[in-house]
């Protein structure tokens, strides 16, 4: 979960030190993703990947996502939800790797 906070604050420092403040919020602010996780029954599992289950996770959205990255005026949001399903993958990685 640390990650989830500081790599959007170490991106923002890095590639948007001038706008560091405002960079580093809209990239946390894309963490509102997970809101997907209420529809979710449990909501709160810790042994499941969000990555293919929640409908903001799908695999099919990550081009959008890029995409968003890719256009100046979300750039940041997009650069934030990359980050996301890219720490979110890392974590199903570890519980595969666990079991």
């Given at each position: 979960m640390f990650l989830h906070f500081a790599l959007p604050a170490a991106v923002a420092g890095i590639a948007y030190r001038k706008q560091?403040?405002?960079?580093?919020?809209?990239?946390?602010?894309?963490?509102?993703?997970?809101?997907?996780?209420?529809?979710?029954?449990?909501?709160?599992?810790?042994?499941?990947?969000?990555?293919?289950?929640?409908?903001?996770?799908?695999?099919?959205?990550?081009?959008?996502?890029?995409?968003a990255a890719l256009w100046p005026k979300t750039r940041l949001i997009g650069i934030g939800l990359l980050i996301h399903m890219f720490l979110d993958g890392?974590?199903?990685?570890?519980?595969?790797?666990e079991n």
């Open positions: 560091f403040l405002k960079a580093m919020l809209i990239m946390l602010a894309s963490m509102l993703i997970d809101l997907d996780h209420l529809l979710a029954d449990p909501v709160y599992d810790p042994g499941r990947c969000s990555i293919g289950f929640h409908p903001l996770h799908q695999y099919p959205l990550f081009p959008v996502y890029a995409v890392i974590d199903c990685f570890w519980m595969q790797y």
